[in-house]
């Protein structure tokens, strides 16, 4: 395998569609929250693959997992029984509340099905309704129904027309929420924390508005948690700390520690409008994402990672404010657990290669954000390293303005 950086940009460049702007590292290993570039040089990882690597990199039970999983059986499709699509359903139910899952193989798809169960649910009820409300600057995906509720319109104008029936409506406005709601809503879409608008956890009176809306309409409630899920937070899911009641959410991301899965978790009165056929997938929950999905959730469970989250989480965000502090143009600290963004008074993005100067790996979000996600399995002194290298990247970027 060759990796020197110029084979690599120069090969993608001719090959691969050119839509991401990759920073210019090539990594090759992973550690734990450690990553190693092709040059030998190695970074902290305040990132995880946005959100992705929620053991860190090359866990060993997750890899033992895994190798056992593709040395017996990988895939069958969904015409047929595993033993692993119920064991991690229960699970999902345990911890979120809601009793029945349908497997996809990411975020996006995640949101296509909550939002197709969701038309499929006032359908049977044959009191059709069309309408979704959202939020602006929500993030929910890139396919055609996820993107229809995702407010951004660098995203959204080159493929329009999209679903007509949308509504956003201001974050933590909840007076706005309540005017657009109504008996032809569908559903109300939200991120519990919104993730690519800039780490932004709904307030608890605007969680109350879309609580008293959905009993004033009967609208239901999808909850995307594929970013903020599955114990980022230091919660299992960022709604229960809001209190609020989903019929549905979407979960991706962490949830296969980096082998694509997602899953809609849906109640059971919406479970119980769905037929054989309404939706499907060929690759959606198959042995392989499944086995490695329970050995995520068995961490953060029976392994107690959750628990470890909630201090690690109260170290990092001490530590995290005493950075900012130091740093004039650092707007605002906003996050939960080992989910945080910086706002900036200027872009952020000059922080990203800063950070890896300094060997840290941060990312920019919503302009002005500098977006951390780090490894759920990150300790007090890895934090404390590895906000000392954000430290020193933003120093540096200040000193450049
Ligand atoms: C809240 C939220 N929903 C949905 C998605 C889409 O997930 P994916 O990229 O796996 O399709 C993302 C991705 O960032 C997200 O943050």
Not at 198 to 206: D, E, H, I, Q, S
Not at 362 to 384: C, K, S
């Amino acid at each position: 395998m060759t990796t020197a950086i110029d084979d690599v940009v120069g090969r993608e460049t001719r090959h691969v569609l050119q839509t991401y702007r990759r920073q210019p590292i090539t990594l090759v290993r992973g550690q734990g929250v450690r990553l190693w570039d092709s040059e030998g040089r190695e970074y902290l990882d305040l990132l995880s693959g946005i959100g992705v690597a929620a053991l860190g990199h090359a866990h060993a039970g997750l890899a033992r997992a895994i190798a056992d999983q593709a040395a017996t059986l990988i895939h069958t499709s969904n015409l047929f029984y595993h033993p692993l699509q119920g064991q991690l359903a229960e699970q999902l139910a345990a911890l979120s509340g809601l009793p029945r899952a349908f497997f996809c193989n990411s975020g996006a798809e995640a949101v296509e099905a909550c939002l197709k169960f969701a038309r499929r649910y006032w359908y049977t009820k044959k009191e059709p309704r069309a309408e979704f409300i959202a939020l602006e600057e929500s993030f929910h995906g890139r396919t055609f129904g996820a993107l229809s509720v995702t407010s951004d319109e660098h995203y959204r104008t080159p493929f329009e027309p999209l679903l007509p029936t949308v509504t956003f409506v201001p974050v933590n406005d909840p007076a706005a929420l309540a005017a657009a709601v109504s008996n032809r809503t569908a559903a109300i879409i939200a991120e519990p924390v919104q993730g690519e608008g800039g780490v932004r956890p709904l307030t608890p009176a605007f969680a109350a508005a879309i609580s008293a809306a959905c009993a004033k309409t009967g609208a239901l409630f999808i909850a995307d948690e594929v970013q903020s899920g599955l114990g980022r937070t230091g919660h299992p899911f960022y709604f229960q700390a809001l209190g609020l009641k989903p019929h549905l959410v979407s979960v991706g991301k962490a949830l296969g520690g980096g082998v694509p899965i997602g899953a809609a978790l849906v109640s059971q009165d919406v479970a119980d409008t769905l037929s054989f056929g309404d939706h499907g997938s060929t690759y959606g929950g198959n042995l392989l994402a499944c086995r490695a999905a329970l050995c995520v959730i068995h961490e953060l469970v029976g392994g107690g990672l959750i628990t470890q989250i909630n201090r690690v989480g109260r170290h990092f965000e001490q530590t995290l404010k005493a950075v900012a502090a130091k740093h004039s143009f650092v707007k605002d600290v906003r996050g939960s657990g080992l989910m945080w963004g910086l706002e900036l008074d200027r872009d952020a993005g000059p922080v990203v290669p800063a950070g890896l100067v300094q060997g840290v790996i941060v990312n920019r979000t919503a302009d002005t954000v500098v977006r951390l996600l780090p490894p759920l399995v990150i300790t007090e002194a890895e934090a404390d390293e590895a906000l000392g290298r954000l430290d020193a990247a933003l120093g540096a970027v200040g000193a450049a303005a």
